[in-house]
């Protein structure tokens, strides 16, 4: 079985949960902070605990023949900067690291993913309505000439 890959958290989430690293999982928002692609960051698409690197949505790589890869970053490179606390066991752990530093840690809420469908819902306006209301004001016009 591999060990866990864990990465160094952000000032602010060291701050507030009292603990310098946590293992990543897929989801969570991490940043470069040294190499190639220092600055970039994202949110994690796979960790390969075989090869002992991350990969980043966003961040690629062309092959040979063009196409666009997923680029492995090692973790030592990254930060995490938001963590994905979906998972239950995931908050206890951090709960009872914190508490082991007297911090009260409380559960963040969810973003609600009724918002998300509800912009994803609205229709895009394109031009044809503003068309369509012209023709009618047009047809007013000669209606009253």
Do not use: C, W
């Amino acid at each position: 079985m591999y060990r866990k890959m864990e990465v160094s958290l952000s000032k602010d989430l060291r701050k507030k949960y009292g603990i310098r690293s946590f293992p990543v999982i897929k989801g969570d928002v991490v940043k470069v902070i040294s190499g190639s692609k220092k600055g970039e960051g994202g949110k994690v698409a796979e960790v390969d605990h075989a090869a002992g690197l991350v990969v980043v949505e966003g961040i690629t790589i062309a092959k040979a023949d063009g196409k666009q890869k997923g680029f492995g970053i090692q973790p030592e490179k990254l930060q995490i900067t938001h963590l994905d606390l979906s998972r239950g066991d995931r908050f206890d752990k951090i709960k009872s690291l914190a508490a082991r530093k007297n911090i009260v840690v409380e559960k963040p809420e969810p973003e609600p993913a009724e918002t998300k469908q509800e912009e994803k819902a609205e229709p895009e306006k394109t031009g044809e309505e503003p068309v369509a209301e012209e023709k009618a004001e047009v047809d007013e016009d000669d209606k009253q000439n």
